[in-house]
């Protein structure tokens, strides 16, 4: 069972608030379906409850460009808004860029099982950690943990573990 999201409850108000015909909720994800480090069940789900509370997904677009009354997708289309509320993806810090570690896509670091990020010939580093938003954990099937509160605890407590685990 799944319990809602508080994200989605603050919309659901938000929707209440702003519920006359002229009004629009839009979400716009650079992925193909949203939450989509998330098994697709979990996606699925979100898109329905979504759907319920009439908000718009527009999936697999990208903001190119940003006005002061419409953005524009990276398929060219223009969407004209009041209010826009920005809360671009996730990518990896600026000062990642020169570090000579592998790294995704998106600029994250590539991290192993221990949180131990990969130098560029694919050995582990011994004495990095990357916890958090600046590194991708991938599962024993290879899809991305999702970045959840729950796993930035957990990867403190594992990193923790092996620091004390290190000094003794």
């Known amino acids: 069972d799944i319990s809602p999201d508080p994200d989605l409850k603050q919309l659901a108000e938000l929707r209440k608030r702003l519920d006359h015909k002229d009004t629009d909720i839009t979400i716009i994800e650079g992925e193909k ?32 460009e940003a006005g002061i009354h419409e953005i524009i997708l990276d398929n060219g289309d223009l969407i004209p808004y009041d209010h826009l509320f920005w809360s671009a993806g996730i990518r990896g810090h600026e000062i990642f860029q020169d570090i000579l570690l592998q790294k995704e896509k998106n600029g994250m670091l590539k991290v192993s099982d221990c949180l131990h990020p990969f130098m560029q010939d694919g050995s582990e580093t011994t004495f990095i950690y990357a916890i958090g938003d600046s590194g ?12 959840t509160a729950q796993k930035a605890i957990h990867e403190g407590e594992k990193v923790a573990y092996a620091l004390l685990r290190d000094l003794k």
């Open 33 to 64: 379906r949203i939450l989509a480090s998330f098994p697709n069940h979990i996606s699925d789900i979100a898109c329905a409850r979504l759907e319920e509370l009439r908000i718009n997904l527009k999936l697999g677009h990208f903001i190119k």
């Open 136 to 147: 991708i954990f991938r599962d024993a099937k290879g899809a991305v943990v999702p970045w």
